[in-house]
């Protein structure tokens, strides 16, 4: 059995983190020392490891709290509605990311450092021997198979909603 303050050294958590966590009925110690000192069992660390997972995967305490006792179907429903909602909020930075580009102009050392826009993957794939047919059937073949990914990417390289739409149509 290990203490608050050796948990405390243990998982890099304030005692107030810890604290909080028992409040919440996240993490409650299993046992109380003579001296009235919480006490936390193997389990209880065990549970706290996956109680910092879940955070560092962005999931908020209350869902946590569902997660701990969940099912698999609750427990999957939680995480796909995170992944969703991670999707849509790199969604939303590679817009800003592209509208940023715009803002910069070609003058900006970082307009090539970390992005690629369609012109560059265009050239990539030409280099490589593709043409235009060998070029579509790649999209039609990434949207058979992995279409969300596919919508991502896409948005990645700056394409507007139009034209995406109009790659993923291709048969």
Do not use: C
């Not at 299993?30 to 995967?57: C, F, H, K, M, V």
């Not at 490589?128 to 059937?137: I, Q, V």
Request: cysteine-free; hydrophobic content about 40%.
């Amino acid at each position: 059995m290990q203490t608050i303050g050796q948990l405390v050294k243990k998982s890099g958590l304030s005692r107030s983190t810890l604290l909080y966590y028992d409040k919440l009925k996240l993490l409650s110690p299993s046992g109380r020392s003579a001296a009235n000192y919480r006490l936390y069992t193997p389990e209880d660390t065990q549970r706290l490891a996956q109680i910092l997972l879940y955070r560092e995967a962005g999931i908020s305490l209350e869902n946590i709290a569902v997660l701990l006792d969940a099912q698999d179907s609750q427990l999957s429903a939680i995480l796909e509605q995170r992944l969703e909602a991670l999707n849509l909020e790199m969604n939303e930075i590679r817009r800003q990311q592209q509208l940023l580009l715009q803002l910069l102009g070609t003058s900006s050392p970082l307009r090539s450092s970390k992005l690629m826009n369609k012109q560059q993957w265009i050239a990539i794939l030409s280099a490589s021997g593709m043409d235009e047919a060998a070029m579509r059937n790649w999209h039609i073949e990434f949207e058979k198979k992995l279409p969300l990914v596919h919508s991502d990417f896409l948005h990645s390289l700056g394409i507007d909603p139009e034209e995406m739409a109009a790659i993923k149509a291709y048969r």
